[in-house]
């Protein structure tokens, strides 16, 4: 049996076997209400760097032994004819040629029934790395670079469900012919044989589609009608942490916060499952093992019996964490941007005025001391308030511009406990004399981190002067070093008066202060760091009973940095 024919200026291939079957069209994919010229100028960078993608695709994926390529048929797919057509689907939306392209390659993947679909599930996450890595290196427009990786991510993401669309339609199609076939033969001595034939085909499919969904990066979970833990695939485990075995017979609100529970999130997406069938795209939040807090975009769908009735429910979780922080940071340096050049216009027209104060305060200071013969000890005493004053007004202007005009971070090794562990050393005699003990719950074995050391110093002394202030009759405060997977955890924890619920969602925005002659800035600045370290700040307390502010920071944050490469190391 001949090799199909290459039809390259299809983009694709050509094939003489049957038309697949046709598969329902999905909605337009939603990245044509992104401007056109963003789109033009995303498909122009990806069109400029087409030979590097092209390359790495080639290197990483398709690269097989002679063999194997024979078997997969990889040389019939023309890849530059696909990424001409995909450049073309980012520029103007229309997926139509790629979709008969998926068809075809569709074709020859179902002739090759061993052929997994998660090999092109990888191919497809791999090809999104790749651009994701172009992208971020040609677009320094951070908004831009966001409204580009959601064309990307659905782009690619639609295409991938057309495909496997297509290619169970192709196995359901072909099993209702083989069925045709056997009730033909059912007076045939090889009736049974065939039989036996068709149910191994049908549990080799079981397993096949089984592989796909327990080989998805995204979380997918079966639930009974009450919420009952039924299936919980790899993806799920690498979300949130926990082994299927931990999880099957479970209610599904253990992944649910607490507000989350009080405000019933999941009996409002229970009953709108019910009521229309399915919720989707709920960008919500959920709790892994240890914790974690995880942004997800969730989709849940009603599992129906043949008379209709729900015995069921699927949820697809996709961790958007990473996506969401990077939405937060662009708005965050935007406000912040806006609120600096503020702070520093004010901050600059009061300097002068001050420094001419302070001059001349010292000049009548030292007139006064010409005066032997009178009595200017209250005049004095008035000189030292105005100079006390003068100084808490510079130290609130240099203040301002340090926020302002913040230093660029360094990332170099460091041992985070060595630095913690200084500052306390140094702060531990000023806060003693506030009658304030410290002590330290540190790990071990946490390796060196690319960190700025003089900016996370600087955040850690923001947080633990915060607490100092919060036991004005003195107290404790437990500094804490821990790592949860691929994090490093800083605990500061205090005996304070703690913080009423209401505020705390405003506390780490710039000018927010409940204390008295308080910038409100010492939070921001500290939330501003651990930001730029790729990491979060979150505070739990309740009044009258201290607080606890945790900093998160990814442990491997400069390696990424540094070696965008990384993502081929973990591609191959």
């Known amino acids: 049996m001949g090799r199909p024919q290459t039809d390259l200026s299809a983009g694709g291939v050509k094939s003489n076997s049957p038309e697949p079957p046709v598969v329902a069209q999905r909605p337009a994919w939603p990245h044509r209400e992104m401007p056109p010229s963003l789109r033009k100028k995303v498909a122009d960078v990806l069109r400029s760097n087409r030979d590097e993608i092209l390359d790495r695709w080639q290197t990483g994926v398709i690269k097989v032994d002679e063999e194997e390529r024979q078997r997969v048929g990889a040389g019939d797919v023309d890849l530059g004819g696909f990424l001409e057509h995909f450049f073309r689907a980012i520029e103007d939306g229309d997926l139509s040629h ?78 209702q012919r083989q069925a045709g076939r056997l009730a033909k033969a059912e007076q ?177 200071a030292e007139e006064l001391r010409t005066y032997a013969e009178s009595n200017t000890t209250e005049a004095q005493a008035l000189l030292r308030s105005i ?23 360094k990332f170099e090794p460091h041992d985070i406990a060595q630095i913690v562990g200084d500052l306390l050393d140094f702060l531990e005699k000023e806060m003693a004399g506030n009658g304030v003990r410290l002590s330290r719950a540190f790990h071990q074995g946490i390796p060196p981190m690319l960190v700025d050391a003089h900016q996370i110093r600087q955040a850690c002394l923001n947080l633990l002067k915060n607490s100092c202030e919060a036991m004005p009759h003195g107290g404790e405060i437990t500094a804490g070093i821990e790592r949860q997977g691929d994090d490093v955890l800083i605990t500061i924890t205090d005996t304070g008066v703690g913080i009423p619920e209401d505020e705390i969602d405003t506390m780490f925005k710039p000018f927010t202060s409940t204390k008295v002659g308080g910038t409100g800035l010492g939070l921001a600045v500290a939330q501003e760091i651990v930001a730029e370290h790729g990491g979060t700040i979150r505070c739990q307390s309740r009044v009258g009973e201290g607080a606890t502010f945790t900093i998160r920071l990814p442990l491997f944050l400069g390696r990424i940095r540094s070696k965008p490469e990384r993502y081929d190391a973990d591609a191959g």
């Open 98 to 175: 790629l979709y008969r392209m998926l068809g075809e390659v569709a074709k020859q993947r179902w002739r090759i029934w061993r052929l997994a679909i998660s090999e092109s599930g990888r191919t497809a996450l791999y090809i999104k790395r790749v651009l994701y890595d172009v992208l971020d290196r040609e677009l320094t427009d951070r908004a831009e670079l966001m409204q580009a990786v959601r064309m990307i991510d659905a782009c690619t993401t639609e295409l991938m469900y057309h495909y496997i669309e297509t290619y169970q339609a192709m196995a359901v199609a072909e099993l």
């Open 188 to 364: 045939d001595k090889k009736f049974a044989v065939e039989r036996q034939h068709l149910l191994e085909k049908l549990r080799q499919q079981e397993r096949h589609l089984a592989a796909i969904v327990d080989g998805s990066a995204d979380a997918i979970i079966g639930l009974d009608p009450d919420g009952v833990i039924l299936s919980w695939n790899r993806g799920a485990e690498l979300i949130f942490g926990y082994e299927s075995e931990e999880m099957i017979g479970r209610s599904i609100e253990v992944l649910v916060p607490d507000h989350l529970k009080r405000a019933r999130e999941h009996e409002t997406i229970a009953s709108q499952v019910r009521n229309n069938g399915f919720v989707r795209g709920l960008e919500t939040e959920r709790l892994a093992k240890g914790g974690r807090w995880v942004v997800v975009d969730l989709t849940s769908t009603a599992i129906r019996d043949e008379q209709g009735k729900i015995v069921g429910m699927s949820a697809i979780l996709r961790d958007i964490t990473h996506r969401r922080r990077m939405r937060e940071r662009v708005l965050h340096a935007e406000r912040l941007a806006t609120i600096g050049m503020m702070a520093a216009r004010v901050a600059h027209d009061v300097r002068s005025p001050l420094s001419s104060i302070t001059l001349n305060a010292d000049l009548l």
């Open 387 to 409: 100079d006390s004053e003068l100084e808490r007004l510079s130290k609130v202007v240099d203040e301002y511009l340090s926020f302002a005009r913040p230093p660029e971070a």
